[in-house]
């Protein structure tokens, strides 16, 4: 098993940032992918960035260039970088772990981020 815990979430206004961070504990290494998800009410989640174990990455094309995900595995954490952040970009963030890219195997309980214009 493994356990995902968020934090950094918070409120921000338009053209701030903020770094979300995820540490994982229970298997303690951190899984093949890992990778942060959003989600608002009544939509479905989507997937906002991953790294796979070799640290190649991935991001949406909604987030290129304002967000960046990156790990520590000394740490098993992982970090999402937000910047230029849109009230858009309001919801409740994820962190996810599994053995493939974009992965839904494990999940955290989410840390809310709100973006005020």
């Known amino acids: 098993q493994v356990q995902l815990m968020e934090s950094g979430g918070g409120s921000v206004q338009a053209g701030g940032s903020l770094r979300l961070s995820c540490a994982a504990s229970?298997?303690?290494?951190?899984?093949?992918?890992m990778g942060w998800f959003r989600q608002v009410p009544g939509k479905e989640r989507e997937g906002i960035a991953v790294?796979?174990?070799?640290?190649?990455?991935s991001h949406a094309d909604f987030v290129k260039g304002r967000f960046t995900i990156s790990k520590d595995n000394y740490k098993n954490t992982l970090y999402l970088e937000m910047n230029s952040l849109k009230p858009e970009d309001t919801a409740m963030y994820y962190c996810?772990?599994?053995?493939?890219?974009?992965?839904?195997?494990?999940w955290g309980q989410g840390t809310q981020v709100t973006v005020s214009s």
């Open positions: 996810a772990a599994g053995d493939y890219y974009w992965p839904r195997d494990y």
């Open positions: 229970g298997a303690t290494n951190i899984r093949s992918c």
């Open positions: 790294i796979d174990s070799a640290g190649k990455t």
